[in-house]
């Protein structure tokens, strides 16, 4: 069931990181599967990745890879990751695990993303480092239409990225890090506009400030 690299900022820089995936050079709509292709009624039969190592430095061969793809299904992922994590998760060692790596490519990037965000609220105290890069896929288109036999080969460059969670302190001088969240703690402004949306306490309205100008 296990299926799942790029560099981000903050709890909520991993929602920041997809502004930042459609902002740079990464447009996923883009570099989606040619629609040439697509429009000459053509489809694609297979797709293979280079199996380029993690761009992140020092982990173990053994390491839970979560590789996630268009279609797979978040609650899937989660649902195994989270008991491999926590107290249901044990190792050859009768230990739970500390680490877990998340990657997708190509349209799999805000799925990956999305996937690690909640992974972080149901495991607290995760440590993160993110990493962006490119890797190159193969895929081998087929039609009726199609006169070269065997179908046409495509070789693309797709972004990719790369997330580490864990459990123990990682190097905060590595880029891409994120500290453990925390919880917010609410600031005097924040209990004043709630105290504002609270019924029976609505704000004065239009026409009651312009009669209280004139009054004055």
Not at 61 to 85: P, Q, W
Not at 179 to 189: G, L
Request: charged share 25%.
């Amino acid at each position: 069931m296990a299926e799942p690299r790029g560099q981000m900022k903050s709890s909520n820089a991993t929602s920041s990181s997809v502004m930042e995936l459609q902002s740079a050079s990464f447009n996923l709509d883009v570099i989606s599967s040619s629609p040439k292709l697509r429009q000459n009624n053509c489809r694609r039969v297979s797709r293979t990745e280079d199996s380029s190592p993690y761009p992140i430095p020092g982990l173990a061969a053994d390491i839970l890879h979560m590789r996630v793809k268009e279609g797979s299904k978040i609650r899937n992922l989660l649902r195994f990751a989270t008991a491999r994590m926590q107290e249901e998760g044990k190792d050859s060692n009768d230990t739970s695990l500390r680490q877990v790596v998340f990657t997708g490519s190509d349209r799999g990037v805000t799925k990956t993303i999305t996937c690690v965000e909640i992974l972080k609220r149901k495991v607290g105290g995760l440590h993160q480092v993110s990493k962006l890069y490119y890797k190159t896929v193969n895929e081998v288109w087929e039609s009726s239409q199609c006169e070269a036999p065997g179908g046409i080969t495509m070789q693309r460059t797709v972004p990719a990225i790369c997330i580490l969670l864990s459990k123990d302190p990682l190097d905060p001088q590595e880029p891409g890090y994120q500290p453990p969240q925390t919880a917010r703690v609410p600031t005097e402004d924040t209990d004043r506009c709630r105290a504002l949306l609270r019924p029976g306490h609505s704000p004065p309205s239009q026409h009651t400030a312009k009669r209280l100008c004139l009054d004055g």
